[in-house]
């Protein structure tokens, strides 16, 4: 059974920075597209940050120049790093993967930044 399981949420300070991490298991084939989402309180999930298996990356206007999103395809392992971060930008952090056809996602971890 193929499954995403994220890491590195936290507790940060306004400005700070943070590392997530999702690792597939279950699967040996790297995905074909591997993203970052997030949701907070009553609001709709959004995408962050994608990208594909040869390195191509997508960002939404709100992360640009501050996040950068990274895979490991021997590891099956995509990353966010997150920096200058800012209260706006607390919510649950969801990862997904594509394998193709089926979409997979992660549990969440949560990411909370203080004023």
């Known amino acids: 059974q193929v499954q995403l399981v994220e890491s590195g949420g936290g507790l940060v300070q306004a400005g700070g920075s943070l590392r997530l991490s999702c690792a597939a298991a279950g699967t040996r084939s790297s995905f074909n597209v591997m993203g970052w989402y997030r949701q907070a309180p009553g609001q709709q999930r959004e995408m962050v940050a994608t990208?594909?298996?040869?390195?191509?990356?997508t960002y939404a206007d709100s992360v640009k120049g501050r996040f950068t999103i990274s895979r490991d395809n021997v590891k099956n392992t995509v990353y966010l790093q997150m920096d200058s971060l800012k209260p706006e930008d607390t919510a649950n952090y969801y990862c997904?993967?594509?394998?193709?056809?089926?979409?997979?996602w992660g549990q969440g971890t949560q990411v909370t930044v203080s004023s």
């Open positions: 990208i594909t298996s040869s390195g191509m990356t």
């Open positions: 997904k993967g594509l394998l193709w056809p089926r979409d997979y």
